[in-house]
């Protein structure tokens, strides 16, 4: 086997180990919305909530995930590879101090602030701030799993951090039901279950880090911010919070303006995004996650053809998932969130808003797919600017846009806006990685680019069946009184002749990436079997 298929290889199983709990984990999020949307449709109290969430949220992605992926990961992972422990010990109590400290003073100050925060929104502030305060906990326990997570990915385990969400997503279904009564109203019962959901994703976890051996405690603080790892981290981190405070402050300004834009506007683009996020979580996330270890281990060795090598059939494995995906989504849109999501309270002005978004929501799922790929290739060479800079760039395109659009489109045009701000956001950052110097990137960019282009007009001809089908179907099963048969007999018929037409085409052509992908699928099954 040759050293491209062998890393690209071990990046395909790992993914695809972890595709599988992230996909349940989606399908569970699916579930969950599904189930908030029959509480509360898309109306006050539902934006009440998405409000009150979407700002511990915030938080939640400057500390955890963008903390723990970006800087924390190479780091621990250089200390684990000298296998030093002492040493180890010291970094990892430094950062956990470190972690604990910072998201409890914010946890604190944002119980405090809650009501004045409430306000910078058009939802119902009493409400609101109280919703705010029963879950700004979260973001603590939430920091905590990532903290976890982050030791396990260094150390090659992916499993026990890809279980953690479905932990709390089947406390986002199950405890606002047994809590229910005891509350004023369906949303103080979810928002209960999301800080216990945030609870099981931490604990759940710990186990699994101490039997690999990883040891930390508490530490004073200054001992903690005097480690030479923990500075490194902060100088990693830095750029990196910059960026994802600009991304975060779009999302506020987002959420802001959605609901500016009619009653349900902001619910209808979160479960639009939540629908686009199972995509993610499927396989893109997934490849993400596993291909920073990856590529810090290339890099760090300076073997640049294989970080060359991987980084392109990367990215060409997340373009035959995404592209192919989006196309068919747009097409389907209106069947997809009516199967999903629709209920007496999800009516026909639901699912009209959330359509809308998730139309042009899906339009830049390639271009997401391609960043959540594209990131990590600095983040491995331990640059944190690059990104952080691009993502900043395409923050101020969003905001612009978002203004914009929100005014002619509503709700539908700060979706637009995210996708405009997305394809920016890749032009980027492409940009930039073929100033990196590494040889004959800029070859394999181009060949990536022509392969996207193909996988475009195979997608487009796979559509016209569907197109064309349409109309019959929803004729032939729209007159049934289940939502199943009428929404999900034309989805999955349409699904089918899709498929049948796209898989044909790259049969036809041979395509080496879906080639690839079978072979990779078939010797893991032929091993299980033996």
Not at 48 to 66: M, Y
Not at 458 to 483: E, K, Q, T
């Amino acid at each position: 086997m040759s050293d491209e298929s062998g890393a690209t290889g071990r990046l395909v199983r790992e993914s695809g180990k972890l595709s599988v709990l992230t996909m349940t984990s989606r399908v569970l999020g699916l579930i969950r919305e599904r189930t908030r949307g029959g509480l509360m449709g898309t109306g006050a109290l539902a934006d009440a909530f998405t409000v009150a969430f979407n700002v511990p949220n915030l938080f939640r992605r400057l500390f955890a995930e963008g903390s723990m992926s970006v800087a924390f990961i190479p780091t621990v992972k250089a200390y684990f590879s000298e296998g030093d422990r002492e040493k180890t010990e010291e970094f990892l109590s430094a950062t956990f101090t470190a972690l604990s400290v910072a998201v409890c003073a914010v946890v604190a100050a944002g119980i405090a602030a809650s009501p004045l925060l409430a306000r910078l929104f058009m939802s119902e502030p009493v409400e609101t701030a109280v919703l705010m305060r029963v879950m700004f906990p979260f973001l603590a326990l939430v920091s905590m799993a990532a903290f976890f997570q982050g030791i396990l990915n260094a150390l090659g385990s992916f499993a026990p951090s890809g279980f953690a969400p479905i932990l709390f997503n089947l406390s986002f279904i199950f405890v606002p039901v047994l809590v229910g009564p005891l509350t004023a109203n369906p949303a103080r019962a979810m928002a209960v279950g999301v800080v216990v959901g945030g609870s099981l994703q931490a604990l759940c976890q710990l186990p699994y880090v101490i039997r690999l051996g990883a040891r930390f405690r508490f530490v004073s603080p200054g001992k903690a911010f005097a480690n030479p790892g923990m500075r490194r981290v902060m100088s990693l981190i830095a750029p990196t919070i910059l960026g994802m405070a600009a991304y975060e402050v779009n999302g506020l300004v987002s959420t802001s303006l959605a609901t500016g834009a009619g009653t349900g506007a902001a619910t209808a683009l979160s479960f639009s995004i939540r629908l686009m996020e199972l995509v993610l979580g499927v396989f893109v996330v997934s490849v993400g996650t596993v291909l920073l270890p990856e590529l810090s281990g290339l890099a760090a060795t300076a073997r640049w053809k294989e970080y060359r090598q991987t980084l392109a059939r990367a990215l060409e494995v997340i373009a035959l998932i995404t592209v192919p995906v989006a196309v068919f989504s747009v097409c389907e849109r209106v069947d997809i969130v009516s199967l999903v999501f629709r209920t007496r309270e999800f009516g026909d002005d639901s699912v009209r808003q959330t359509a809308g978004a998730f139309f042009y929501h899906m339009m830049g799922l390639p271009f997401i797919g391609a960043n959540r790929i594209l990131a990590p290739a600095f983040y491995a060479r331990g640059d944190t600017r690059t990104p952080a800079w691009s993502g900043i760039l395409s923050v101020a395109v969003n905001i612009a846009a978002a203004f914009a659009l929100q005014r002619l489109m509503g709700g539908s045009g700060i979706a637009l806006a995210l996708t405009i701000a997305g394809a920016v956001n890749t032009a980027a950052l492409l940009v930039m990685l073929t100033r990196m110097g590494i040889d004959g990137l800029g070859a394999s960019l181009a060949s990536v680019a022509l392969y996207v282009a193909r996988l475009a007009g195979f997608s487009a001809i796979a559509a016209l069946p569907v197109l064309a089908l349409r109309g019959p179907l929803r004729a032939l099963f729209g007159g049934s009184g289940s939502g199943l048969v009428a929404y999900g007999v034309p989805f999955a018929l349409s699904a089918v002749a899709f498929a049948a037409v796209g898989v044909g085409l790259l049969a036809l052509t041979k395509d080496p990436q879906a080639a690839f992908l079978l072979s990779s699928i078939g010797r893991r099954s032929k091993r299980r079997s033996n």
